[in-house]
Every structure is written in C-alpha cells, then in structure tokens.
C-alpha cells in the first residue's frame, strides 16, 4: 500500500481542530477546495488500497456526502453553497470511481503511473479471436432465437470476465511498485474487460431501453 | 449553519391536484385552506373571466370547468418546459386556446390564450404556486418568500427550470427542486429507523415515475430511477373518453367537438375510474343534445382490459429500474404508492405481482409527495438534521457532436450534484465565438434528444483554428439543474456564456414577468375590489328603499321622492364610474344622509306604532 502522506491543512483553518478530511471540518463544517495533491482516496478519507470493503467505502461515502451536501449550506454564502456544490460532485465521482472494481483497479493505474488506455490499446494476444468466435456463436444463437444456447455463452463470457477480474484485484495493490512492463501488463488484463462487456451488453440487448424517450 | 432562518414551505405542485406543507420539530403537515376544514388539496385549476383576469383557483374554479371550459386552465404542468411542437397533440384534448409563442427568437414554446391576455405555462403555474403560498402565509400569519417544489424525477432540465420560474414569478425563492418519488420516501421513511430498501412507484395525472432508493442512517440515496413523461392516470380517462365518443359517434352519427360535452366526458370518466375502485361495474349516461341521451355499462374487466396497456408500460420501467440497481425483486423491502391512480385495484395487483411484495398503502397516495416536500424544507431550513437525500440525474447529458451525434457527458442514474468537463477549440481561423448544442436524453442521435438550448462561448481570443482551448465544466446540481461555466486555458480567465434556451425563458422574461403578475394581480384584485363596491352600494341602497317602503307614513312625500331619486343617480353612477374610492364616499354619503331616517324608524318601531318586520334587521353587508 501506498503510504503517501495527504499534504494539505493539516489544522481547520476557522477553530484550528484536527481534520480528519482534507474538504471538510468535523468541528465547525469550515470547507477547504481539493487540494492539488489529494486523490479519490484522500477524498473520501480511505486507506489506499485495491482491497476495498464496499460497506465501510459506502459508510465513509455516507458520513462525508451528509457533512458537503448543500441541503446542509442552505443558510450560508453563496461562496460555501457553490463551494459545497463543486465538493459534492466530485466525492460523488470519486465514490462512483472506487466502488466499481474495473473502475477502480484502473484508477488506481492511474495515479500509479500507468499507461492510458489510449496509450495501451492491446488485449491479451488469444483475446481477439475468441471474441471473434464468440460474436458469430451469438449472432447464430440470436438469429435461430436460441435461448439456451445465449444463456451458455452469458455464463461462459460471465466466467471468463470474473477470471480476469480476479487477476486484476491480485496484481492492483503491487502497482505502486510495479515495473512499466507490468503496469503495461495491467493496462492489457482492463483492456480485455471491456471486450466482454459488448459481448455481455450485445447478449442482454433489451429492446426497451432504447424506447425511452417517447 | 446553525442560525435562525426564514421559514421555508414544502409545495407538491402536481398536474392535477397541489398542496402546502410546513414542517416544524413536530414533524412534517399539509396546510388546510381554513380552520374548519381538514381540505388540503387545491385542484390545479385557474378560473380566468373572459378578459384573461384571474378569478378562482382551485377547488371553486374546478366546479366551473364544465360550464366554463375555455377560460377554465388545468394540466398546466403538461405544457411546463415543453416546446409548442411537442405539446400538439396533448393541446388537442385541453379545451382552452394554447398557441405558439410569438417570440423574436428560435425559441419553441407554448402559450395560453384567455381573452386579450397570454400566459406561458409558467405564469399560470406561479399563479397557483401564490394560492399556495397565501394559504401558507394565512396559517402562519407572516409572509412567506422561500419554497421546495416538487417535480417528477423524469423532469428534464428544462421543466426543472420552467418550474423555477414560476416560482419566482410567484414570489417564491425556489431553494430547492426535489423529486416526486424521493420526497415520497423521505416522508415514509422518516420515523423508520432501520434499514430498507423502497420503491416509490409514483403514477401521477400525466407522468409516471419509479424510483429504487436504499435508506441506511438516516441518508436517502437513489440507486436509480426510470419513467415516462408521458404516461398517466389522464391516459385512463382519455381511453374511457375515446370509447364514449365513439360509441357515439356510431350510435347517433354524432362527433363530440363542444368542449362542454369534452369537459363532461372527462369528468365522468374520472368518476367511473373512482367507482371500479371498489365495485364491478359503473353505468354512465350523458345527455348529447336533441334528446338524445348515452348509456353506457362499464364493467371492472373492460375496464382493466382497457388500461392493461399503460399499466404494463410501467412495469417495464419498474424492471429496468431494478436492473439500474442491480437488484431483483427480491431485494426490495418496501413498495410506496404514490399519486391517486394507485387507487385502482388492477394497478396495485399488478405493482405487487412485479415486486412479489404487497404495496404499503398506510399513508395517503395523494399526500405523501406533499409531506415530504415538508420534509426537505425542514432538512434545509436546520430542523431536521438526521436525514438526507442524495438523488440521482434522470437523464444523460451531452453535446451535439460534429455530424449530429450524441456526445454523451454524464451518464443517467448518475449521483447528483456531479459533473464533467469538456474541451472546445476553433474551427475557423480568427474564430471568436463557440456555440454548443447541449443535450438531455438516452438516444444516439443529437436530433432524437431533448435540446436544452445553444451555450454560446464568447471571448475566445482570435488565434489560428485549433490554438483556443476553452475548458467547459458542465455541473448537476443538487436540483437536477444544470450550471455551465467555461475557461480559456491558456489565459486562465474565465469565458462567458451566453444561454439560449429552447423551451425556456430568459431571466430577464422572468424578472419581467414577476413584476407583471404583481401588477395583474393588483389589477384583477382591484377589478374585484370595484364588483365589491359596487355590490356593497346596491346593497345598502335596497336597504334605504325597503325601509323607504315599509315605513312610508313616518315620512313625507317629497322625503320620498328625493331619495328614490338619489337612490337611481347613485345606481348609475356606480355604473359609469369605475373608481371603487369615488363609489365608497359617495355610498358613505348618502349612508350618512340616510341616519336620521333610520332614527325616525327605529323610534316609530319601538313606541309600536309601526310593526317592524325581519326584513330590515341589520345584516352584514357583503365584505369588501
Ligand atoms: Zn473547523
């Protein structure tokens, strides 16, 4: 883990208290704008890690998002309402970011220095033709309406998506110190989620969402 | 925080009915209209007279829809943020005059026509939204000038705004627009201390909405929400309606086109909704002219046949709420109904069949939304400090892209306030100015979604095309609202904004038209205050003619004769004159006058020499 320490007032500026977040202070609800330095994980005052359990990040949300909010500005500057607005949106994102695995591994990519996925572009090298395989398996199943045949391939593709979830959570936590040839290796493993998404998305392909606006 | 503020009142403006809330430490209650009755609810009906000048609201002004069909506004709200082209079809089925709005710009908007008076939705609605806060303001006896308004959650930002607007117009400093469902469950939750998760299924008059909340230590977070702008109980009626007529039509050869006969279709067609909810079937029967009368025979089945198509388009929404959260039935704790189109038994079978739970029906469907928007305005106003709402954006955010796409930018479902910001460059070399299409909707292309209006960045600094980078940040807020602001990267100095919205209106359109509704109102109430005068002048002169008549021996002829003709100078001046003060010192006058003829009277009387009867009793006169 990534022991980083958060460089920024240390103390509440307005009654001098300890805090314990870099926006916010428990004692006077004085905000602070997110310093330069702070990452999602400053934000929302969490320990560095891949190994997350997604009940304390949602107690850690909870407890930040009641302290921001602007429903608590009401009565203040204009200044401190805008302020807690802008603070707000972006735990929302960062909440949004660390509570989805593949979000998080690559955000954690991220700010370990990793490449980009416009940098990296490849996928594991027998990738490519297994996708190609499956997309004409799930093109005959869907023309021939064959159900069960569709429900294999969800699972099968469900599978292989978890198998590669499984090597991103093992590996994320060594990024800090991992090489560029691993970071890179990294990068590949993500890159490969995606192509299981379009596959599962072209499998649950529901006709209604797209009659949304009427 | 912490200081004592302004109270703030919680209002559910709904399509068909409104209310007000206040919410104190004892918690959260909808205002009655006076002390002696328990009504909370005002129809969202405006009266107008034939000049366009506002006469009732509410109640009163719903009993005279059916004689008064085309001065008589109601489902307002299905005309709030919306273009004129949008609404043509709905404009087909309200009896009242809407037309496009003749504005020198490109902008799409909708009006109503009363007389030789226009008013966009939002006036209308501010007018009710001042009902409202009179109520409130009578029962605290203090004004009132800040308001939670509550909206549905598939409201697009430019409904949120319209509605905003009204507001203001209204007098009202909106502080906070809140969605219906949410609000719902703050107030079925809020003395529930233990964790759950609820659905709100929320079917209104014209909208219909569902939303997937989990509460956990007080906080209220939407984990999705889905629905339909354009599904409601209305489309109930509106299919009983469309029956009936034709039925008549093959019947009697006859096409319903008098708005009277629409009117009344419409509200029999609610009363028979109204009755199915508890029996087998309901007769109707409907004089259509020349003698000829309707009946009609509807059974419960017909009926849930009839309707099976709408209610199974909200279950589908139901079920892609859930997947949002990716959740199944299973998962869910608790079913809220919500708006009175839940009442019907078909809906609530179906609702419970979807969930496998049986729907909470405890509190009112027709009042949780109100109580709830009493329950936010507690939140915000500090009496309320251990609940809060983290809700989500209905809809995806974009820009129209360069061959018409849809460029998406914040994803629906997404936790609001949220953002997300996007570079622009030049085209041209020497360009100045940027404009951009900002979009609200799920399709693909710009054309097929919601346009909120051209941003148009000014001072960009004139370089060779593709040099300017001008970061813009597009910010949710709290109240599904959207901010914009821009900044030229190489300067870092902030560029301006220009807003053109599509089906909306400019702040300084708004400003304009607060002012007006303080005038019209001062006009409509003094042309009210002259009907007054006037009234109270009739009144005191039939008094003096009654007694002029009954007492006739204790006065002498020419006595009479010169009050019965000051008494009709008097009838026509109030006539001709139109100024109420005039009228009153000249009623005061002749009042004056008149006190030693009553003093006559009154002795006569009581030495008994003249039997007085009831009729001369003193009475209050009418109240002005
Ligand atoms: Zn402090």
Redesign the pocket.
């Given at each position: 883990m990534d022991e980083r320490a958060i460089s920024l007032p240390v103390k509440?500026l307005?009654?001098n208290?300890q805090l314990t977040t870099p926006i916010v202070?428990d004692?006077?609800h004085?905000l602070y704008p997110v310093p330069q330095s702070a990452d999602f994980f400053d934000l929302l005052s969490i320990p560095r890690t891949f190994a997350l359990d997604s009940e304390s990040l949602s107690r850690a949300y909870r407890s930040i998002a009641r302290q921001i909010h602007p429903d608590t500005f009401g009565g203040d500057s204009i200044e401190a309402r805008n302020l807690s607005t802008r603070l707000s949106a972006q735990i929302n994102e960062a909440f949004a970011t660390l509570r989805d695995p593949v979000k998080r591994a690559a955000y954690i990519l991220e700010i370990a220095g990793g490449p980009s996925a416009i940098e990296v572009r490849e996928v594991p090298g027998t990738l490519l033709g297994e996708v190609m395989m499956l997309r004409e398996e799930i093109e005959q199943a869907q023309k021939s309406g064959d159900e069960a045949a569709m429900e294999k391939h969800r699972e099968t593709i469900t599978t292989r998506r978890e198998d590669t979830l499984r090597l991103i959570a093992d590996r994320a936590d060594a990024l800090w110190e991992a090489s560029d040839e691993d970071k890179k290796a990294f990068r590949v493993l993500l890159n490969s989620i995606k192509y299981f998404d379009n596959l599962l998305a072209e499998l649950q392909a529901d006709p209604l969402a797209a009659g949304k606006d009427h | 925080m912490g200081e004592k503020r302004d109270i703030i009142i919680g209002i559910d403006l709904g399509t068909t009915n409104s209310l007000v809330a206040m919410a104190d430490e004892a918690g959260p209650r909808l205002i009655a209209g006076d002390a002696e009755s328990d009504d909370v609810i005002v129809p969202s009906v405006v009266g107008f007279d034939e000049t366009g000048a506002m006469q009732t609201i509410g109640t009163s002004a719903r009993a005279h829809a059916i004689e008064r069909p085309t001065t008589t506004v109601h489902s307002i709200k299905r005309l709030m943020g919306r273009g004129f082209a949008d609404v043509e079809q709905e404009i087909a089925a309200l009896p009242y005059r809407v037309e496009k709005r003749d504005a020198a710009t490109d902008r799409d908007m909708a009006e109503v026509v009363i007389g030789a008076r226009s008013f966009t939705p939002p006036e209308v609605s501010a007018l009710i939204l001042r009902h409202l806060k009179q109520r409130a303001e009578k029962h605290f006896g203090h004004p009132v000038s800040r308001a939670v308004i509550t909206v549905p959650a598939q409201f697009d930002d430019a409904q949120r705004q319209a509605t905003r607007d009204a507001g203001q117009i209204a007098g009202l400093e909106v502080v906070r627009i809140v969605n219906e469902p949410t609000a719902a469950a703050l107030a079925y939750g809020l003395d529930r201390k233990e964790d759950a998760t609820i659905a709100v299924y929320d079917l209104g008059g014209g909208t219909f909405d569902i939303s997937i909340l989990r509460l956990e230590d007080g906080v209220f977070e939407v984990l999705a929400t889905n629905g339909d702008t354009h599904l409601g109980g209305d489309d109930f009626d509106n299919a009983l309606i469309a029956l009936f007529a034709e039925e008549i039509r093959d019947q009697f050869g006859v096409e319903i086109t008098s708005p009277t006969i629409k009117q009344q279709l419409r509200t029999l067609s609610e009363n028979i909704k109204k009755r199915l909810s508890d029996r087998d079937e309901a007769q109707i029967e409907i004089a259509i002219g020349n003698d000829k009368v309707y009946r009609k025979t509807i059974t419960r089945n017909a009926f849930e046949q009839m309707i099976a198509p709408f209610v199974i388009r909200t279950l589908d929404a139901c079920s892609r709420a859930m997947k949002t959260a990716s959740l199944t039935p299973g998962d869910i704790d608790q079913v809220v109904l919500v708006g009175g189109s839940t009442r019907v038994p078909y809906v609530r079978k179906r609702v419970a069949e979807v969930f496998n739970t049986k729907p909470y029906t405890a509190l009112n469907p027709e009042h949780v939304v109100g109580l709830g928007a009493g329950v936010q305005a507690s939140i915000l106003s500090g009496i309320e400090r251990d609940v809060l709402l983290l809700d989500v954006t209905p809809l995806s955010l974009g820009i129209e892209t360069l061959g018409g796409a849809m460029g998406k930018l914040i994803a629906a479902n997404v936790k609001i306030p949220c953002q997300a910001s996007e570079t622009f460059t030049t085209f041209k070399d020497g360009q100045t100015n940027i404009k951009i299409n900002v979009l609200q909707g799920e399709r693909e292309l710009a054309k097929d979604c919601r346009s909120l209006g051209v941003f148009e960045l000014g001072g960009v600094p004139p370089m060779p095309a593709g040099l300017p980078k001008i970061s813009v940040t597009f910010l949710i807020d709290q109240n599904g609202i959207l901010n914009v602001s821009a900044k030229e990267q190489r300067s870092g100095k902030a560029a301006s904004i220009q807003i053109i919205p599509s089906h909306g209106l400019t702040r300084d359109e708004v400003k304009r038209m607060e002012q007006e509704a303080i005038t019209h109102a001062r006009e409509d109430m003094a042309a009210h205050h002259l009907i007054d005068v006037r009234t109270t002048l009739a009144f005191d002169l039939n008094k003096v003619e009654s007694m002029l008549h009954r007492h006739s021996s204790q006065f002498d002829e020419t006595e009479i004769e010169d009050f019965r003709q000051r008494i009709a100078e008097l009838r026509t001046f109030a006539q001709s004159c139109d100024d109420p003060t005039k009228i009153n010192e000249r009623r005061e006058a002749f009042n004056h006058s008149t006190l030693p003829l009553a003093e006559r009277a009154m002795t006569a009387a009581l030495s008994g020499s003249v039997a007085t009867d009831d009729g001369d009793n003193i009475q209050a006169p009418p109240s002005n």
């Open positions: 509440c307005s009654c208290e202070c004692g006077c004085t | -």
